[in-house]
C-alpha cells in the first residue's frame, strides 16, 4: 500500500533552501504535545511531503510513540531516512497523522493538541530546519 499525503495533519512547512541541494540522511522530529486517549499509549505517524508533487517522499510514514493521558510531554525521533532533491522552490511539508495505509489501523480514540520541528539534513551538511 502507498503512503497518502494527508487532508487533516498538522502541517510543518520546511522552508526552501537558497539554491539546489539533496535533502538526504535521517530527519529528527521533535514533538510537544498533550492528549487524552481511550488508549493512553499509542502511535502518531510522520511523514515528509512534496506539495508541488503531491508525493509521499520516499512512501514512509514513521511511527511515534506518544502517552495521551492529559500531561505535557515531549518526544523526539528520528524518521525514515530520505533522499529527495530540493530547490529554492520547493514545498514540503512534514505532516503528523494519526493514521496511515502503511501500518495497522489505529486503536486509540481521543484528541491531542501538539507542535512540531523537524530538522532535514542536507548533503552539503546543512540542514533544513522547522
Do not use: C
Not at 529527495?84 to 514540503?92: E, F, L, P, T, Y
Request: glycine residues 8%.
Amino acid at each position: 500500500m502507498a503512503a497518502q499525503p494527508a487532508a487533516k495533519a498538522v502541517n510543518v512547512h520546511l522552508p526552501a533552501p537558497a539554491g539546489s541541494a539533496q535533502a538526504v540522511g535521517t530527519p529528527q522530529v521533535t514533538l510537544r504535545y498533550r492528549g487524552l486517549a481511550t488508549k493512553p499509549r499509542t502511535f502518531l505517524f510522520a511523514q515528509l511531503v512534496d506539495r508541488k508533487t503531491g508525493v509521499v517522499i520516499g512512501n514512509q510514514a514513521t511511527p511515534i510513540p506518544v502517552v495521551l493521558d492529559g500531561r505535557p510531554r515531549t518526544v523526539t525521533r528520528a524518521i525514515e531516512a530520505v533522499s529527495w532533491a530540493v530547490d529554492r522552490g520547493s514545498d514540503i511539508d512534514l505532516q503528523i497523522v494519526p493514521i496511515t495505509g502503511l501500518f495497522d489501523y489505529q486503536r486509540a480514540a481521543g484528541a491531542v493538541t501538539l507542535t512540531a520541528d523537524v530538522t532535514v539534513p542536507l548533503a552539503s551538511g546543512r540542514t533544513a530546519t522547522a
